[in-house]
Antibody, heavy 118, light 107 residues
Framework: EVVLAESGGAVVQPGGSLRLSCAAS????????MHWVRQAPGKGLEWVSLINWDGGSTSYAKSVKGRFTISRDNNEQSLSLQMNSLTTEDSALYYC???????????WGQGTRVTVSS | DIQMTQSPSSLSAFAGDRVTITCQAS??????LNWYQQKPGKAPKLLIY???SLETGVPSRFSGSGSGTDFTLTISSLHPEDIATYYCQHNDRLPYTFGQGTKLEIK
């Protein structure tokens, strides 16, 4: 069974930093591209970032580029998202998502909540 | 960036009704279109990929069609457990973008 377990969400002040993690199990982690997708309270889904199977290729939404960094540790089967210079616009539920084929998102974690507030 | 526009934004129907949700892309995306179902308080779930391929385990009352810029998700006979918000998403090129969602309710 595929399990994606996010952690690290918290309440943080504007301008602060946070690191999200995702522990993956039930599949061969190092075979797949992984993503972060977020959902602000009461809003729709927003793609945030992806990282390919070996970490050699990453991509970011314009809204987070230069502030967020995605990484992975295939030995630990984990995905991370380092978030810096946070603003209230970054408040959301952050999902760790597995990619079955070039952007088809077949498994989603339950999410970890980030709240940016003073 | 490619913009995805869904309609309607919300929809109310009776159990047993045929329900159709549309999604329009701002550029030609061939068949690079996926549909997700999100029930309240839950993570999204993949329903349809490549515009018309049913994900394993998804009931056959769900179907997808379309290519180019215009796509449709159809539920042939609405069940009470289908109450959810439905999102389209393109994976033609980065950045991948989602439609704004269609909230489906039972009358």
């Amino acid at each position: 069974e595929v399990v994606l377990a996010e952690s690290g969400g918290a309440v943080v002040q504007p301008g602060g930093s946070l690191r999200l993690s995702c522990a993956a199990s039930g599949f061969k982690f190092n075979d797949y591209t992984m993503h972060w997708v977020r959902q602000a309270p009461g809003k729709g889904l927003e793609w945030v970032s992806l990282i390919n199977w070996d970490g050699g290729s990453t991509s970011y939404a314009k809204s987070v580029k230069g502030r967020f960094t995605i990484s992975r540790d295939n030995n630990e089967q984990s995905l991370s998202l380092q978030m810096n210079s946070l603003t209230t616009e970054d408040s959301a539920l952050y999902y760790c998502v597995k990619d079955i084929n070039s952007g088809v998102l077949d498994y989603w974690g339950q999410g970890t909540r980030v709240t940016v507030s003073s | 960036d490619i913009q995805m526009t869904q309609s309607p934004s919300s929809l109310s129907a009776f159990a047993g009704d045929r329900v159709t949700i549309t999604c329009q892309a701002s550029q030609d995306i061939s068949n690079s279109l996926n549909w997700y179902q999100q029930k309240p308080g839950k993570a999204p779930k993949l329903l349809i990929y490549d515009a018309s391929s049913l994900e394993t385990g998804v009931p056959s009352r769900f179907s997808g069609s379309g290519s180019g810029t215009d796509f449709t998700l159809t539920i042939s006979s609405l069940h009470p457990e289908d109450i959810a918000t439905y999102y389209c998403q393109h994976n033609d090129r980065l950045p991948y973008t989602f439609g704004q969602g269609t909230k489906l309710e039972i009358k």
